[in-house]
T-cell receptor, first 113, second 110 residues
Framework: DTAVSQTPKYLVTQMGNDKSIKCEQN?????MYWYKQDSKKFLKIMFS???????INETVPNRFSPKSPDKAHLNLHINSLELGDSAVYFC????????????FGSGTRLTVV | DAKTTQPPSMDCAEGRAANLPCNHS???????VYWYRQIHSQGPQYIIH???NNETNEMASLIITEDRKSSTLILPHATLRDTAVYYC???????????FGSGTKLNVKP
């Protein structure tokens, strides 16, 4: 069983479209995250949810809207896609309290053309 | 702000120990040292973390200097599958973010 799974793995879409990426974790963790890795390979946190509540929003354009229907799922919806949104998006999860490391998914490579 | 400094790249012979250094001279008393790695095209993988004592798990050992201003991640017997970018991150207890820097690209060679 994959601990943190993301779908789709690859996504190619045109500018202006709206798309969603889904993430699910089966680790029983309370907190989930979205990270973006750009073409220069820098990993940046975007959002964090704890038990369905948004706790971190790192100055991300409001075209990006995360949604957490329950603590095991965190989806990322992106409106009006732009060329600069092309990146690999990683979902991660962790227990809320403590010093635990994160468990990351395998990523979704988004290409906007 | 970069709180850690790592060499951009290192080479290691297969079967030898890989010692990856990290400087964190401004580390605070409540900050832990974490190590992750990212194998090409995969998600980052948590390796190990520590506060001030040396730590060991099935993947690696973490050696933190007594003044806590630097640390070394040790992969005791590197294999080709250990070729990856290794990230050293300092983070306070219960802080809900990891800020990733540029890391060290470890090349394990046959």
């Amino acid at each position: 069983d994959t601990a943190v799974s993301q779908t789709p793995k690859y996504l190619v879409t045109q500018m202006g479209n709206d798309k969603s990426i889904k993430c699910e974790q089966n680790l029983g963790h309370d907190t989930m995250y979205w990270y973006k890795q750009d073409s220069k390979k820098f990993l940046k946190i975007m959002f964090s949810y704890n038990n369905k509540e948004l706790i971190i929003n790192e100055t991300v354009p409001n075209r990006f809207s995360p949604k957490s229907p329950d603590k095991a799922h965190l989806n990322l919806h992106i409106n009006s896609l732009e060329l600069g949104d092309s990146a690999v998006y990683f979902c991660a999860s962790s227990p809320y309290q403590g010093t635990y490391g994160y468990t990351f998914g395998s990523g979704t490579r988004l290409t906007v053309v | 702000d970069a709180k850690t400094t790592q060499p951009p790249s290192m080479d290691c012979a297969e079967g030898r120990a890989a010692n990856l250094p990290c400087n964190h001279s401004t580390i605070s008393g409540n900050e832990y040292v974490y190590w992750y790695r990212q194998i090409h095209s995969q998600g980052p993988q948590y390796i190990i973390h520590g506060l001030k004592n040396n730590e060991t798990n099935e993947m690696a050992s973490l050696i933190i200097t007594e003044d806590r201003k630097s640390s070394t991640l040790i992969l005791p017997h590197a294999t080709l599958r250990d070729t990856a970018v290794y990230y050293c991150i300092v983070r306070p207890y219960n802080f809900n973010k990891f800020y990733f820097g540029s890391g060290t690209k470890l090349n394990v060679k046959p």
